[in-house]
């Protein structure tokens, strides 16, 4: 079986939809499921990095590499699927999103510091 052309986030929501109601799965899609589902799939594509250094964790091996992609891809699939069931637009929210952080977090203060800004004293 080959892989369908996804080639943009509502091809993609239009495939899983597909997938979904082809096995009739809908009624088990509810925001709950989806959103406990997301968090499942995000804690296991910790796994693949788990007793990894910050270094190894940058130069994974193809079985490593393929494992995160997989992961990746479950929870790409599973958020998809949650914004389509709430009627959210993945990339108006992520642009509306990066838009609030880039307020919250200007670059002048922000700048190659991973502490909050708003949390660091004055050194």
Known sequence: MNAPAIDSLDTLRQHI?????????????TP????????????????PFQWLTAEQSQ???????EAVRQEIADVLIYLTQLADVLGIDL??????????NARKYPADLAHGNATKYSERSDD
């Open 17 to 29: 939809r597909a997938f979904a109601q082809a096995r009739a799965w809908e009624r088990f899609h």
């Open 32 to 47: 709950k499921n989806l959103a406990m589902a997301l968090s499942v799939e995000a804690a296991e594509l910790l796994e």
């Open 59 to 65: 130069d994974l091996s193809p079985t490593q590499h």
């Open 91 to 100: 990339l108006e929210a992520a642009a509306d999103k990066l838009d609030i």
